[in-house]
């Protein structure tokens, strides 16, 4: 069975800190891994990421994957108060679909 | 664009009742995937279908769920009987295929009392 595990469950910073937050997973078949961002409705997307090593950014946030250790960091430098959010990671492996973590919970304090 | 559309936004009713929730997907997309999320369990994928044909029903809880993509532009999601464990966010979401990023629906959040 596919597996995402998302870490910490819940995090709480002061403004203008810098955060990361992990994704561990166990897929069959890998293919994307992607992070949402979930506010007070729906999930909307952040990155998708198929190749180790390769860094995506947009403005203050940043990803990484590395398919070896099978995990993935979602940073986020001089953090905002907007920034405060559930953040999803979600795995592509195995038949389609995806499969989502628990997500971590952001609250960012001013 | 229009996004995905889901109706309705909330639904309170008591436990028995069917309960029939409905989904728009963006025009083009091919896959369309139900979600519940609740505090415990976070996001889980109930169903998915790719060209309106259901691919994965293995998150379906039980036989009291069924789903349905009539057409390319339309699908719904019924419970009946509902029970108060039923209670969760529902969300739609789709894509252009199975493992491309999806584009959630703002979400029905559902009340079983």
């Known amino acids: ?110 | 664009d229009a996004g995905v559309i889901q109706s309705p936004r909330h639904e309170v009713t008591e436990m028995g009742q069917e309960v029939t929730l409905r989904c728009k997907p963006i025009s083009g997309h091919n896959s369309l995937f139900w979600y519940r999320q609740t505090m415990m369990r976070g996001l889980e994928l109930l169903i998915y279908f790719n060209n309106n044909v259901p691919i994965d029903d293995s998150g379906m809880p039980e036989d009291r769920f069924s789903a349905k993509m009539p057409n390319a532009s339309f699908s719904t999601l019924k419970i009946q009987p509902s029970e108060p464990r039923d209670s969760a966010v529902y969300f739609c979401a789709s894509s252009l295929q199975g493992d491309q990023p999806q584009h959630f629906g703002d979400g029905t959040r559902l009340s079983i009392l």
């Not at chain 1, 800190?17 to 506010?39: G, I, M, P």
């Not at chain 1, 729906?42 to 403005?59: N, R, V, W, Y």
């Open chain 1, 1 to 110: 069975e596919d597996k995402v595990v998302q870490s910490p469950l819940s995090l709480v910073v002061h403004e203008g800190d810098t955060v990361t937050l992990n994704c561990s997973y166990e897929v069959t078949n890998f293919r994307s891994l992607l992070w949402y961002k979930q506010e007070k409705k729906a999930p909307t997307f952040l990155f998708m990421l198929t190749s180790s090593g390769i860094e995506k950014k947009s403005g203050r946030l940043s990803s990484i994957l590395d398919k070896k250790e099978l995990f993935s960091i979602l940073n986020i430098t001089a953090t905002q108060t907007g920034d405060s959010a559930i953040y999803l990671c979600a795995v592509a492996g195995g038949a389609d679909g995806l499969t989502f973590g628990k997500g971590t919970h952001l609250i960012i304090q001013p």
